[in-house]
C-alpha cells in the first residue's frame, strides 16, 4: 500500500457494510468493515482483500502460543470463511463434523 504522507488528528472513521459489496473499479482503495463477517476488507485494482479479521487478529501468533482472551467464546473461521487445511500433532476437544483418515476414541478424556 502507498503511504501518501497524511498526518492527521482525530478519528478515522471507516465505512461499514453488512455484507460485501460487488467490487467495482470504483472501490480501489477503498476500506470497509463487514459486520456479518467481522472483518474489514481493501478494494485493490481488481478486487475485494480481506485485510483483518476482527477475531482471529486478537490472539494468534505465529511466534509463540495462542490464547483468546475468554474461555470458549472464540471461533477459528466462520461457516462462510474457512481455513483450508489445518495442520496438528495432537487435537483435543470434541470432534464436530466430518473426518477424512482416522479418528480413534479420545486418548485423554
Known sequence: MDYHGIDMKGPILI??????????????RRLIYVTSVESFYFGTDSAWVRVLD???GKFVKT???????????????TPVLRFANVYAVTF???LIGNVTGT?????YS
Open 92 to 94: 483435543r476437544g470434541n
Open 63 to 77: 511466534d509463540g502460543n495462542s490464547s483468546p482472551s475468554v474461555d470458549n467464546t472464540h471461533s477459528v473461521g
Open 103 to 107: 479418528a480413534t476414541a479420545a486418548q
Open 15 to 28: 465505512e461499514g457494510q453488512t455484507t460485501l459489496p460487488t467490487w467495482t473499479a470504483a472501490d480501489e
Open 54 to 56: 476482527a477475531t482471529f
